[in-house]
């Protein structure tokens, strides 16, 4: 906990208005208890005292069809009177035992603003894949006055059936590449719906559906979680309807009823590699996380038999 709560106000050097850790401490070790209990992982001892570790969980398909080890942003750290450096050797003495048992896929969640650890992992051949973002909630002075936004309720999902399966679609493309699986939009989204504190609005000209937003209370970190944060986990604009300031008017609309209802930050997350979903957060949020992945060539455990 002291390791990874150093870390995390390092971060918030970086990004000042990241919430305030009393507001996830329960979370926090809950998750860290229930990756030493169902994860697997090493610590570094010097002096009897605990300076660094690392764990992860076991992924049967990470990423792919090989098998791999997930290490979220509460699962490794090194103590801050400590190298860097002792990353490596908790990797190396670690990804041992992963690659001999065929978890040949790693990633690792770790903060965006820490230059050391982000370059230690870059080296060792991670490359970025997911980024987790968070802005104040603060109003968007932006006005299209042929776009209307409007907040939906379940008997008005039929509506957005169109939009919802291209945007689960829309992830197949290049240079995304993630094979996401066919759903029914319209009951996938009234379920979604129906779940606590989960909201949505449609952008419209005239009667038509050009665009959605939506935010829910948890994403993928602790600190999503937190009590002051609202998590945006989807939008999709129509492609030619895009860049014209319709994603704007939705996250305009979205910080207004989060003012009004006292929630103070917003958060998403997204993969790096998707172009215009990176470019679109990257105007309005800040990254607080990188997940970064290697894998390994697979041939390697026949050499090791
Ligand atoms: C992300 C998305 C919802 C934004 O909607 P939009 O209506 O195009 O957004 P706006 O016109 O209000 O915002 C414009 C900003 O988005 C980014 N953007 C939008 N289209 C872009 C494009 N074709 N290329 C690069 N950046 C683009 C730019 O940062 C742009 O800012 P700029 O106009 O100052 O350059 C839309 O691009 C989309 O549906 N993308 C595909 C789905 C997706 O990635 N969803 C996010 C999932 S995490």
New binding site residues.
Partial sequence: MDIVLSLYNKEKEAVSFLPHERGFLNNLKESIKKLFKYGKGIVAIYNNKLIGFIAGYEIDECFGKCKGIYTPLYGHGVRSEYPKSLYQKLYKHMSEKWVKNNFMTHAITFFAHDKETIDIWFWMGFGLRCVDSIRRVESID?YNPSISIKKLKANDIPLLADLHRN?NE?YRNSPIFMPTEDEDPIEDLIKWLSEDNHHLWAAFNKEKPL?Y?RIEPSAETFISKHQDVMNIT????E?N?????????LLGEIQQWLKKNDYSLCG????SF????S?????YFTPYTYSVVRRIDERISDLYR
């Fill in positions: 932006f945007h829309y665009g937003m989807g939008g999709f604009v492609p309807k895009r860049k014209s300031g319709i994603g704007t008017l998403v997350d997204f993969e998707n172009i215009v979903g470019s679109f957060w990257n105007k």
